[in-house]
């Protein structure tokens, strides 16, 4: 069951007051996508994790938290680019911009992560040219983060998997493919050898339909 309550927030920058709808409960029950994007109700509502100013265009998990270089963000041409866009996918927008914040803040793996979500809400309503948007930036945020941080193996490894069907998902064949061999030759870990071969299926198929780690399994045991 997915539970909801309603929260007063004051915009950290604008100073003005908006009402939110806010996430109490929810379920990802069933089997992610290969993307990671949870299964379930938690498909959907992770819409409610961001909150945005509607009066200044601010996002943050709270509007009431200042994030670091925000006003700075807010003045570049990326960020007023898409504030004043016509937008019909509001979701889109809001991850959008949050991606914008977190990748000034030097939250490159968040602002990865955003860049997804707004993705997945570009899915839903079949706006490849915005759901390509949201997966590129994504990719390209992700691999930052991998030359700019000392992650662990298996950090690297499972940001790795992510990209694997990010860059399938746009098409990205021979980036797609450099990237499941480099998984499968340096992983012990069966499930991510059996996500990185079934990915290498789909390469070959050249498939960029979304598919579930559950699928990927699936074709395992076959």
């Known amino acids: 069951m997915t539970l909801y309550d309603d929260k007063k927030e004051k915009c950290a920058v604008c100073r003005k007051e908006s009402t939110f709808i806010v996430l109490t409960s929810t379920n990802s029950f069933g089997s992610p996508d290969l993307d990671l994007r949870p299964a379930g109700q938690e498909r959907h509502s992770i819409s409610f994790r961001l909150q945005e100013c509607k009066y200044c265009g601010y996002v943050n998990t709270s509007i009431g938290k200042l994030k670091a270089n925000a006003e700075k963000t807010m003045s570049e041409p990326a960020f007023i680019d898409i504030q004043n866009e016509q937008?019909?996918?509001?979701?889109?927008?809001?991850?959008?911009?949050?991606?914008?914040?977190?990748?000034?803040?030097?939250?490159?793996?968040q602002a990865a992560y955003y860049s997804l979500c707004s993705a997945w809400f570009s899915d839903d309503v079949n706006n490849a040219a915005y759901s390509d948007l949201g997966r590129t930036r994504a990719l390209q945020l992700f691999q930052?983060?991998?030359?700019?941080?000392?992650?662990?193996?298996?950090?690297?490894?499972?940001?790795?998997?992510?990209?694997?069907?990010?860059?399938?998902?746009?098409?990205?064949?021979?980036?797609?493919?450099?990237?499941?061999?480099?998984?499968?030759?340096?992983?012990?870990?069966?499930?991510?050898?059996?996500?990185?071969?079934?990915?290498?299926?789909?390469?070959?198929?050249?498939?960029?339909?979304?598919?579930?780690?559950?699928?990927?399994?699936a074709l395992d045991e076959e």
């Open 87 to 109: 937008i019909r996918i509001q979701s889109f927008k809001k991850f959008f911009k949050a991606s914008l914040f977190a990748e000034n803040a030097n939250e490159l793996g």
């Open 144 to 217: 930052r983060y991998l030359a700019e941080h000392n992650l662990s193996e298996e950090d690297a490894l499972n940001v790795k998997i992510q990209m694997i069907d990010l860059s399938r998902r746009i098409a990205d064949w021979q980036l797609a493919k450099k990237l499941a061999n480099e998984v499968l030759d340096r992983t012990t870990n069966e499930t991510i050898k059996t996500v990185a071969s079934f990915q290498l299926s789909l390469i070959e198929r050249r498939s960029t339909d979304v598919h579930t780690i559950e699928q990927a399994g």
